[in-house]
């Protein structure tokens, strides 16, 4: 990386990372704030990027026509343009409709399994009027209660069915899936980068398929984010990811990024920007939610303090001795390398 120009991040969020407050335990706690008061928090925060779900764009969209459909991408992408933001991705929102219960791709009903794949479409009819060539595809739903509902081998070939679908739709698009092992099903289809790698080297055209990685999602699956990132770097295959961090095998509990392990937090950051991540217009997404307890008025506080974390921990990499390191590896002192990553982080 030496002499290199150094990378300028650009950050992401999508505007469900700014909400009410509610769980599966209680309701709403924050009066909501409207999209286009959403949409101007960015610039202040330090954001550059959205990051969309396709009803995020257009609310209710199995209700209108294509055109009106467009006609409502169009009017957000001048808001994103009058606001100096720019679309990183739209997601087609596949775990809330009542044909999805069962799964998207995975329906044991071909009708919801073709719902799901036309839905898709629109995702990407979305992402082309807002100008992004991505969608992510979180196989939130793709997956069983219990292992006798499905066929977990069918299951593989009904999501490649929809990629291919997808990438033959549209030419240009790239899908990004979003692994993550568990919830809201028992098991998920696709748990890892490695399950969505290998459907993406399955598919007609791999080279526009590739992964978003999510710090929690990884960690449920009991791996270390930054290994995961790795791996996805060197396929050249991390296309982006969602920050954040999460204490332990529960529910996904999208803390801010660093707020529980600071170490896996600062080898996120160093395996992005030794391996050039961020060179090619990715961003460094963030997929974090608010504390309940958070009154409103401060409910912003873990987007700014998580792109704070990033670049704080960025200049722990960048100012990392990598010589007295290079010492620890190659007399094999992983003791002595461990107390001076520490002290190194705590100075
Ligand atoms: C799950 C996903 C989800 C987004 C993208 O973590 O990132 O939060 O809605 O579909
Ligand atoms: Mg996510």
Known sequence: MSGQKLTKYRFSFGPWNIHEGSDPFGPVVRQPYGFQEKIGFYRELGFDGVQFHDDDVVPNLNDLTHEQIVKKAKEVKQLLDDNGLVAEFTAPRLWEDARTIDGAYT?????????????????????????????????????????????????????LDAINKILDYDKNIKILIEPKPNEPMDQAYIPTIGHALALAYLSSDPDRVGGLIESAHAILAGLDPSDEMGYALYHNKLWSVHLNDQNGLKFDEDKAFGSNNLRGAF???????????????????????????????VSTKHLLHSRKMFLYLLEKVRTLDKERERQFIQSRDYEGLDWFILEHLMS
């Open 107 to 159: 329906s044991n009903d071909p009708n919801e399994r073709k719902y799901a794949v036309e839905r898709s479409y629109i995702a990407v009819d979305i992402a082309n009027e807002l100008g992004t060539d991505k969608i992510v595809l979180w196989l939130a739903r793709e997956g069983t209660y219990i292992r006798e509902a499905k066929s977990s081998k069918d299951a593989v070939g009904y999501i």
């Open 267 to 297: 080898n996120q950051v160093r395996v992005l920007e030794e391996n050039g991540y961020g060179r090619n217009g990715e961003f460094v997404g963030l997929d974090v939610k608010t504390m309940r307890t958070q009154r409103r008025e």
